[in-house]
């Protein structure tokens, strides 16, 4: 197994040349595209999916297209969100959003470039590979990124905003549109070590517990880290009627539950073979950011 | 063989089931979707998909979620396509375009929503088949829908408006914007059938030659179905500055050069094995819209 850092460096140095591996693309689509990928950031899924794979003997080159697929999926999802359609965001990672550089047509465009670039990278993966791993890993991670995961939580965060925020309504937008694409990377890069059923369901506990402590966070962090900042008590969520962990539950049980959600997420390791002291870690590692 | 009405019937029964066979998708995401999903039209590309499938001997059920896939594909791109910060259309097929129904925001997510559902769609197929013929036809598929493909197309279609029209822009345009996805349903179905690489290529010259006949017969009509109904010598592309053949080579040359595409796209035809009427015909008929 190796470091964050090391399958870090491996999906930054990858994600430019997989993208331009497609072909002639027009060079203001190449550009536009790369602007958004290559903006940084923790390159979470991608390392998820490298390590996931690594923990149960398989093969991280054989794993990389479908890491940067993942994360091109991640990128496009980020694109069309900060839309004036959707949350009408100028700023992503500190630098103006797409649509404030490329404008609205070709921020849309970039987005599905994205979206259609991350199936054909797998896909043609998974004919090189010929067998059906490569096949399953990528309808894995389609299927969590599509309309009954990602987008389907997408779509329940932008209908429900102002609505009354109920257990339920928060506890489906989370497990959707941010566990799906954190189970997404466990799932895959199993199902391309050989994984067999219940390894892969093992995997997928692990990542939907991870997905939502992670999200808990997030919720407590745009509130907390506003607090501090800005020395009011509420962030962005909440100013838009975001349907948040911490609005239903307040800030102390959010806190709760996401150190819960890591104990679930370790436990369902204990049955899996190979070395899983990094996805231990990782889960750890979630709690630091409001420690 | 079929009938192109008996391909349409099997098309139109199977496209809303298709996608809602998926699972659980929040009832106004599948809603939006079906919206656009069921206006109508030809469906042109799903029926040549499982014509050509079975014009070499393929099995039209085995291809049907293939077909309805890409008919997805082609109906996310006119969601987007039809977006303010794109062509700004309001009306489709005599119908309220996605985003005058359903806000910006969801038509985005919408058209989202079809290219996921259709990417999953294929792979659910290709791991259900098990040997690589559906990985294979979902590749072609995706990656003429791309950014080497229609994605491409379209990004030069809109940053080309009001530029000076050259021959080769425009000839880049129609291959990628139009040809790419009428070439993607030969090129799938031939390879659901197991096909050979030569009489893949063969099915994607005629493929390209239809979808070249196709855009220029589209350009004339612009041009001509207005002339005939409001009495004006141009029509939309002209006045938004579309890089169209007409705007290019004139009416005349238009004509002519769309009469040599058909016969080159039948020439394709000669030597394939399988009964290659309905392709004949079905490009034959592409002229008919003119004359």
């Known amino acids: 197994m190796r470091t964050y850092a090391e399958y870090l460096r491996i999906v930054e140095d990858a994600l430019s040349g997989q993208l331009a ?67 009408n965001d100028d700023l992503r990672r500190g630098r103006p959003t797409s649509h404030k550089v490329y ?17 054909e990278l797998m896909l043609r993966a998974a ?29 329940m965060d932008v209908t429900g905003e102002g609505s009354e925020p109920t257990p339920d309504k928060v506890d489906y937008i989370h497990r959707h549109k941010t566990a799906d694409l954190l189970t997404a ?19 997928c506990e692990y990542g939907l517990r991870l997905g939502l402590a992670f999200q808990m966070v997030d919720d407590l962090l745009d509130v907390e880290g506003e607090t501090a900042l800005l020395g009011k008590t509420t962030g962005k969520d909440a100013a838009v009627g975001k349907l948040t962990w911490v609005a239903v539950h307040g800030i102390d049980k959010t806190r709760t539950d ?3 959600q890591v104990r679930l997420a370790i436990a369902a390791l204990k049955n899996l073979p190979g070395e899983t002291n990094f996805l231990k870690t990782l889960a ?7 420690q």
Chains 1, 2 share one sequence.
């Not at 750890?284 to 409001?290: A, G, I, K, M």
């Open 185 to 203: 990377p466990i799932e895959a890069g199993f199902l391309l070590a050989g994984a067999d059923e219940g390894q892969v369901a093992l995997g």
């Open 127 to 155: 004919v090189a590979m010929g067998d059906l791993r490569g096949v399953r890993a990528a309808e894995a991670i389609m299927r969590r990124a599509g309309v009954t995961g990602m987008v389907a939580g997408q779509v």
């Open 284 to 290: 750890q590692s979630t709690l630091d950011r409001v």
């Open 258 to 260: 996401a150190a819960e």
């Open 103 to 119: 404008g609205e047509g070709m921020a849309i465009l970039a987005g599905d470039g994205l979206l259609s670039a991350a199936a």
């Open 21 to 87: 591996s497609l072909g002639e693309i027009p060079a203001l689509l190449y550009e536009a595209m790369n602007y958004s990928l290559s903006a940084g950031g923790k390159r979470l899924r991608p390392v998820l999916l490298l390590a996931a794979c690594e923990t149960l003997g398989g093969d991280v080159s054989e794993a990389l297209p479908f890491a940067c697929a993942l994360e091109m999926i991640h990128t496009y999802s980020l694109i069309h969100d900060d839309l004036p359609a959707m949350d």
